[in-house]
């Protein structure tokens, strides 16, 4: 990866991205300050973010994965997915009261989420790999929260953003990957009883497992590997939907039953 940033900016940028998130106040995108910033460069704000978070006590719980479907990748001209780190205080427990008021422009999205039993690593990790070290796979919702004004950024700013993550919720029921196929079932979602998204896992890279197999790739780019236990999200099935305080959203899974969460 080209990095261009010195040190002093990625802690410059670190500090932005940090207070953003933290004061819940939308910033321009990076690439204002700096355009000839880079997606490496985004990654080491990311990785320099991530690095500050543990060392104050937070616990990283696993990552997730963006831009995977084929439409949003060419149309931001890249060939694998975006990752972000994903932290045990992004929780919330399903059927729960959301905050908005701490967070910036929030929308939800539905995804497929995966606990691994067994540690993935590599530049050529597979999809049978992927769904052989996969404990359960379950129904989750992304609440998502781009901290750049007007919703408005570029790659390098929303990877260096740590890819919009800001909550997750899951529900329905844990399955084996093996037993049920990932890449053909319907999801509907629901904003206050009326439904807004209807899809299928397929229009996760074709299948949901395969992202999260290019994800592990990514995360070999960084010198980083996926550990055994990780809770995974393989990137949102539809598009995203945006929440204001009095919503309330629920997905519906064929096979992995539903999730919910409602905003306040």
């Not at 937070?58 to 975006?82: D, E, I, Y």
């Not at 932290?87 to 967070?103: K, Y």
Request: glycine share 8%.
């Amino acid at each position: 990866m080209n990095l261009t940033l010195s040190p002093a900016d990625i802690a410059l940028l670190t500090d932005r991205i940090d207070a953003a998130q933290k004061n819940a106040q939308a910033i321009p995108k990076l690439t204002d300050d700096f355009p000839g910033m880079t997606l490496a460069d985004g990654y080491a704000v990311q990785m320099e973010l991530r690095r500050r978070w543990r060392a104050a006590g937070l616990r990283q719980v696993g990552w997730k994965a963006g831009l995977t479907s084929t439409a949003k990748m060419l149309q931001m001209g890249v060939s694998v997915p975006s990752i972000g780190f994903l932290m045990a205080a992004m929780a919330r427990p399903e059927g729960s009261a959301v905050r908005t008021d701490d967070l910036v422009h929030p929308r939800v999205e539905c995804e497929i989420a995966f606990v691994t039993k067994d540690r993935l690593a590599g530049a050529h990790c597979t999809r049978e790999e992927v769904l052989a070290a996969t404990d359960f796979v379950l129904p989750s919702l992304e609440i998502i929260d781009s901290r750049f004004s007007g919703f408005k950024f570029d790659l390098q700013s929303v990877v260096a953003d740590n890819g919009s993550a800001a909550r997750y919720v899951t529900g329905g029921r844990p399955r084996r990957a093996t037993d049920i196929d990932l890449a053909s079932l319907g999801v509907v979602m629901e904003k206050n009883g009326e439904p807004v998204t209807l899809a299928a896992t397929a229009a996760v890279m074709g299948h949901p497992a395969d992202a999260v197999a290019l994800l592990v790739k990514v995360l070999d780019e960084l010198g980083e590997d996926l550990p055994a236990g990780s809770f995974v999200m393989s990137g949102a099935i539809s598009e995203a939907v945006a929440v204001k305080p009095g919503d309330n959203v629920i997905a519906r899974f064929q096979e992995l039953g539903s999730v919910s969460a409602r905003f306040v």
